[in-house]
């Protein structure tokens, strides 16, 4: 018979949802006082305390999504940019078109999608 599994109280389930809004597993597990590899055993145990450090998570991530939406919405060009980046897919590339008089390159900006088609803005 071995040790008895380690458990979070309902204090520290509170605690693991708001924490998992902004800390790693590891950092969390710093926090909680628990060895990392035992709060990942306990993760991997029970879908309570996985379902809580998810929860935490996707809400976090929910709320950074909106205000980012929101921003882009009210016309911030980098709100609009990072969007298209991470979830569209685009790139921003540059290629020389050719030296200026003073030697200078002449750059050419572009968009590029998934599918690599120019989308040229």
């Known amino acids: ?7 979070l109280d309902d204090n520290q389930k509170a605690q693991l949802e ?5 800390l790693t ?14 709060f990942y ?9 996985d379902g809580l450090y998810k929860k935490g998570r996707a809400n976090q991530i929910l709320k950074f999504a909106s205000n980012l ?7 911030n060009a980098a709100a609009t940019i990072f969007a298209l980046k ?7 590339t540059q290629r020389i078109e050719g030296v200026g008089e ?6 050419a900006y572009k968009w590029l999608d998934d ?3 120019d989308d040229t803005v």
Request: no cysteine; charged share 35%.
């Open 41 to 49: 055993e306990m993760i991997k145990r029970d879908p309570e305390i």
């Open 1 to 7: 018979m071995g040790r008895k599994n380690k458990e």
């Open 86 to 92: 991470t979830q569209a897919g685009w790139k921003e």
């Open 115 to 117: 599918d690599h088609e």
């Open 25 to 38: 597993v590891e950092q969390i597990a710093d926090v909680l006082g628990i060895a990392r590899s035992t």
């Open 102 to 107: 003073d030697g200078e390159h002449i750059i």
């Open 69 to 75: 939406s929101k921003q882009s919405d009210m016309g």
């Open 18 to 22: 708001v924490m998992s809004r902004f």
